[in-house]
């Protein structure tokens, strides 16, 4: 599984792999070096990002003001940006399908 993460002293960042409109949410592995989530927010008018730091922030306990996506706002692929997480905890999510 190739997922890289690059960390700091504050936290760390890493790709993910919207899918909007999905039945089921949840972390769904790695793709292509992104985690993929799928969400049942659809991609209209930031709907989907903003559910896609709810579902980190709560995913890695944090508040949701820590997540930020750095860039792809408007893309299914993202870099997102987690204030005081530690990589481990990321790559803890992309094990869970």
Known sequence: MDFPIQSDESGVSFAVR??????KEGFNGVRE???????AAPPVEGRANAA????????L?????????RTGEKS??????????????????ARET
């Open 76 to 93: 299914r692929t993202k870099i997102v940006r987690v204030e005081g997480v530690r990589p481990e905890a990321v790559r803890a999510l």
């Open 52 to 59: 896609l730091q709810a579902l980190l922030a709560a995913a």
């Open 61 to 69: 306990g944090v508040r949701r003001s820590q997540v930020s996506l």
């Open 33 to 39: 070096g992104a985690l993929l989530v799928r969400l």
């Open 18 to 23: 919207v899918i909007p409109r999905a039945q």
